[in-house]
Every structure is written in structure tokens, then in C-alpha cells.
């Protein structure tokens, strides 16, 4: 059978529709037909070889919606076709090492990258592993579901993992993730305190839930802020004042990175000591981690706010998203 995608043979070149042969569907996969793709800034930074991982030819898209199509001899019972289902950054894991066991598949060794080295969602199917193919809640607008996948696990997993709704929390860098991020906390009933470095985007932030917002660049905002945060929770992808930043955390605060920063992040030993502070990051989440986040954005209608491109336009929503413009989760529709 043949499949169409949107291909790039080489870093930074524009996409072109192709047909693909994907082969036969392994035993353990599921393929979906694709409805609509989330563009996340990590397919920019694949697209442009920035982290040096890249594979040519590439097939980008990895917040994927779809319809089931088929299944493999041996998927998870209670998959059907006609099913829809979501697949995010990753598409598949050894399910027999130490961390699959023990239900942390996305830090297993050989967990496999939705884009890289495997064919993603800009494009007429996709294909993953059964274990990576999330049933979508029936209530969820599923034009809107497919950022959820990467952006919205990513920023869920910290708030699941270490906040507590009595905690101050700040969300730094409100693009695709940080928004959701807003969103996601505001809904878990921490107070919530957006930090964007766009002064335009200060309303909108208080828009999405948040109780605060205060300009990345105002080193005196920043300043009285000290002492305050229980989490903060990186999504910028661009060095920013880091030791200001850190000095904002409360005793025991924590300062999460999911915001792929190529500079390393100075830091000075004792500020960390003397106040019990921590510094960590993450890779979006477990399969369960996935399955909870939908359920919560479900009962509590968090969805991104998007703009809308046929997938055919896809070059066009690339450019878009890399001059910053995009407000604030481009989707591509499948136009095939
Ligand atoms: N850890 C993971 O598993 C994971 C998963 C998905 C994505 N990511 C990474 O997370 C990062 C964010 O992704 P995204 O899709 O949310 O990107 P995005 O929509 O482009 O948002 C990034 C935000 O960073 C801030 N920013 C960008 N350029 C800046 C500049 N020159 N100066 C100051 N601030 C700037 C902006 O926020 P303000 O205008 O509000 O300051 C921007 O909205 C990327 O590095 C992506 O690769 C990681
Ligand atoms: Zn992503
Ligand atoms: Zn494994």
C-alpha cells in the first residue's frame, strides 16, 4: 500500500509531498489514518538539525490525531479500527527493560523518537507501537487534542510529579507549551504566575488562568519576586537571566526544564545549598502519565488555543512558527 507525506531530504529544505512504502505493519503496531498534527517547536528544531539528531529523509508531525486502520496480530486488546487514537513524541519502547516494567516506557533506553528515524504525522498515516497509541476521551474536541500528545504531557508530568495545588507555581515562556502549562496548573488550583518576555502577551497570559504575569525582562519584578516559587517550570528554548530566576525559588523549590536551552545553565552551588533548591528536566511522559493527562484535560476542558493550516501549507506554518508569530499551537489539517 501506498502512503503520502510531506518528506524533507535535508536539513532547513523545504517539504515535499511523496509517496511512501511503509511495508507490512508489525505485529505489535497500530497505523491510523491522520486527521490533524500539531506543529510543536521540537519539529522546527528536528527540520533544522539543531540538536545534531536529525535523519533525512524526514517525516515531521509528532500530535497526531487519527483514525485507527489497522492493527497488529498482536496490539492491546480493546483497539478497533475506526478507533481514534493520539501519538505523541514517541511511537515506541523495548517493553521488556527495567523502566518499561516498571511503567516509565519514556525513559527506556531504546524508546523510539516519533520524527526521528521513523516516519511522523504530516502525512496521510502513522504507525506506532500499540503501548503508544493513546484511545482519545470521546468528550475532547479532537481538532484541538493533537498538542495535548507532546506539548500538553510534557508540561502536565512536572505539575503531576511535583506540585501541590497549595504551591506557587511559574510557568517561563508562553508559546505552545507554556500556555498549556498556564491552563493545566491554573486547573490543579495552583496560584500561577506566567512569565512571558513578549509585553503584548501579559493580558493573554492571565487569559489562559494565570493569577500573575510579569515581564521576563524586568529584573526588578523579578527581584521582589524572590523567595516565592514552590516550582517553576522552563519551556523557553533561550538563555535568559538564569540566577534571577533561581533566586525567585521558595526553600525547596524546584526549577524544571522542558525547554530545549542549547547553553548550558550556570549555576552557583550555594544558592542551591543554602535554600535546598533543585534544578531538573524531563522527556514528555509514561504511557499512564499520557492516559491521566487526557482523562484531566477531558473533565476539565483544558485544550490549546490554535490556528488552523491545511496540511498542504505546511513550509508556510514552519516559517510561521520560527518567526514566532504563532498564537499559540499551530494545527495542520490532513488535505491529502
Ligand atoms: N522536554 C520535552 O519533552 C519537550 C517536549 C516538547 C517541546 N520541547 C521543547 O520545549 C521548547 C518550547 O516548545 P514550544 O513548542 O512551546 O515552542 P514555542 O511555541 O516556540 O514557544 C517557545 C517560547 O519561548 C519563548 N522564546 C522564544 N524565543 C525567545 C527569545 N528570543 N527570547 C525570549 N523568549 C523566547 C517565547 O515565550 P515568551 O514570548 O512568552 O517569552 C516562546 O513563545 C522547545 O525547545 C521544544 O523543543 C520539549
Ligand atoms: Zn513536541
Ligand atoms: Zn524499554
Redesign the pocket.
Known amino acids: 500500500m501506498n502512503y503520502r507525506a510531506w518528506v524533507t531530504k535535508a536539513a532547513k529544505q523545504r517539504m515535499l509531498l511523496e509517496t511512501v512504502d511503509l511495508g507490512p505493519l508489525g505485529a505489535e503496531d497500530v497505523e491510523a489514518a491522520v486527521e490533524h498534527c500539531g506543529l510543536?517547536?521540537?519539529d522546527?528544531?528536528v527540520f533544522n538539525n539543531e540538536w545534531g539528531i536529525s535523519q533525512y529523509p524526514a517525516i515531521l508531525g509528532h500530535e497526531v490525531v487519527g483514525r485507527v486502520t489497522a492493527i497488529g496480530s498482536n496490539t492491546k486488546k480493546g483497539l478497533k479500527v475506526g478507533q481514534r487514537v493520539g501519538v505523541g513524541?514517541y511511537s515506541g519502547s523495548c517493553m521488556h527493560c527495567h523502566q518499561c516494567m516498571s511503567g516509565s516506557h519514556h525513559l527506556c533506553p531504546q524508546v523510539q523518537a516519533t520524527i526521528v528515524g521513523h516516519r511522523g504525522g504530516f502525512a496521510t498515516h502513522i504507525r506506532a507501537h500499540w503501548a503508544w497509541a493513546f484511545p482519545l476521551p470521546e468528550k475532547l474536541n479532537f481538532a484541538e487534542a493533537g498538542p495535548l500528545l507532546?506539548?500538553g504531557i510534557?508540561v502536565f508530568a512536572p505539575l503531576a510529579m511535583y506540585a501541590k495545588p497549595t504551591d506557587r507555581v511559574g510557568i517561563?515562556?508562553?508559546?505552545?507549551?507554556?500556555h498549556m502549562a498556564v491552563k493545566f496548573a491554573a486547573a490543579y488550583g495552583c496560584d500561577v504566575t506566567?512569565?512571558?518576555?513578549?509585553e503584548s502577551?501579559l493580558d493573554e497570559?492571565k487569559g489562559f488562568g494565570a493569577n500573575h504575569a510579569v515581564s521576563?525582562k524586568d529584573s526588578v519584578a523579578l527581584k521582589k519576586l524572590g523567595g516565592t516559587f514552590d516550582l517553576l517550570i522552563s519551556?523557553?528554548?533561550?538563555k535568559?537571566d538564569w540566577d534571577a530566576m533561581i533566586g525567585t525559588l521558595a526553600p525547596n523549590g524546584r526549577l524544571h526544564?522542558?525547554?530545549?536551552?542549547l547553553e548550558p545553565i550556570p549555576v552557583a552551588a550555594f544558592s542551591l545549598i543554602s535554600q535546598q533548591r533543585s534544578i531538573s528536566?524531563?522527556?514528555?511522559g509514561s504511557p499512564v502519565a499520557i492516559e491521566t493527562m487526557l482523562d484531566f484535560a477531558s473533565r476539565h476542558n483544558i485544550a490549546p488555543q490554535t490556528e488552523h493550516f491545511p496540511m498542504s501549507a505546511i513550509n508556510e506554518a514552519f516559517a510561521r512558527?520560527e518567526s514566532?508569530k504563532?498564537r499559540?499551537?499551530i494545527v495542520l489539517d490532513a488535505d491529502f
Open positions: 510543536c517547536h521540537s522546527l528544531s513524541w507532546c506539548g510534557t517561563i515562556g508562553i508559546g505552545g507549551l507554556g506566567a512569565f512571558t518576555a513578549s502577551q497570559a521576563t519551556t523557553v528554548n533561550v535568559l526544564n522542558v525547554g530545549v536551552v528536566g524531563s522527556p514528555t512558527l514566532g504563532a499559540y499551537r
